[in-house]
């Protein structure tokens, strides 16, 4: 595949993660009606429920005014935004895609509602480890195949124009 169709590619991947995100989020919060507190148990080790998160993942700088919250993460896409636009591997694109889609799709609910919406509350036991959204798992899922791509790229070939 060459860069360009890779670019396009890409970008159709990051744009679906960004609105399957805000699609879920408007069918949660607009639809339904959530505004924080709502839980449902799903199994014993993930809940269904609304919380606002003011940080960034898992809450880090949940203390920080919204402004230097929204700065940070602001210089983060650009610089993730940078990557994407220099970088002409599949795998890398791809990843990097779904970390800009999953990212622009939680600085659209800082700026609409100061903070992000979260849904999915994972725990073990009694032990409570994360509550995450869509755009979360996208990010994570992206972050994984920079993770590949880094360590493996004879498995992956993305060092390669694919």
């Known amino acids: ?11 159709f991947i990051g744009f679906d993660a960004f609105i399957f995100d805000r699609l879920h989020k408007y069918y949660q919060l607009d639809i339904e009606g959530w505004s924080g507190g709502e839980y449902v148990p799903v199994t014993p080790f993930l809940d269904y429920v609304m ?12 203390g920080f005014p ?12 650009g610089a993730l935004l940078w ?11 791809i990843g ?17 509602y100061g903070a ?12 409570s480890l994360f509550v995450f959204n869509l755009a979360d798992a996208f990010i994570f899922v992206g972050a994984i195949l ?5 360590f493996l790229p004879n498995m992956t ?6």
């Open 146 to 150: 920079l993770i590949i791509d880094a």
């Open 66 to 77: 919204q402004a230097v919250v929204l700065t940070i993460v602001g210089i983060a896409f």
């Open 83 to 93: 990557w994407w636009i220099v970088s002409k591997t599949f795998l890398v694109r």
């Open 157 to 162: 070939n993305s060092r390669k124009n694919i």
């Open 51 to 62: 919380v606002w998160n003011t940080g960034v993942s898992y809450g880090l700088l949940s």
């Open 96 to 112: 990097l895609a779904l970390c800009l889609g999953g990212a622009l799709s939680n600085i659209v609910d800082r700026w609409l």
């Open 1 to 11: 595949m060459t860069p360009q169709k890779t670019a396009m590619f890409s970008a």
């Open 116 to 127: 992000v919406a979260d849904f999915f509350h994972l725990y073990l036991v009694e032990q």
